[in-house]
């Protein structure tokens, strides 16, 4: 794990939802609002927030059904402190906490590949998906436009 001047917690009780909200802005994950923020994370069975100080600056879930699938969604880290190990420590957590899944899953963002391929993640050669934006998709190189 990344320096011990970090803490570490596993409830959504202990997160202001604002902050996490303006972390998904600046890690960039998108806009995000508090309200969905708190629909996502109490529907997901995996938590893990990090704290520097008083402020957090790094989370991630994840989707389980506890034997069969675990979806890693959502992996979030304060720029300030991107490059110090801290996503890899998140992505980590997540799976040690998936462990015993018959498959843990991501999608990683275009150019992300080899990072997690780092962490023991291999290329899916059959997944696919349904987008509510499957043009923005495409566009962003997430998806493959229909042959």
Not at 41 to 50: A, G, K, Q, T
Not at 72 to 77: G, H, Q, Y
Not at 123 to 141: E, F, K, Q, S
């Amino acid at each position: 794990m990344t320096s011990q001047r970090y803490t570490w917690t596993h409830r959504l009780d202990e997160v202001d939802l604002e902050e996490l909200s303006r972390l998904y802005l600046l890690a960039p994950l998108g806009n995000k609002p508090p309200e969905a923020l708190a629909t996502v994370y109490r529907n997901s069975r995996y938590l893990c927030f990090v704290h520097a100080g008083d402020a957090l600056v790094g989370a991630g879930r994840a989707l389980a059904d506890g034997v069969d699938c675990a979806y890693i969604a959502d992996v979030a880290v304060h720029p300030e402190h991107q490059g110090r190990g801290l996503g890899s420590d998140i992505i980590r957590n997540l799976v040690d906490l998936a462990n015993g899944h018959k498959k843990i899953i991501l999608y990683a963002a275009p150019g992300t590949e080899d990072f997690y391929r780092g962490l023991g993640f291999l290329h899916m050669n059959t997944a696919m998906a349904i987008w509510a934006d499957p043009r923005r998709a495409v566009a962003v190189g997430l998806l493959r436009p229909a042959e």
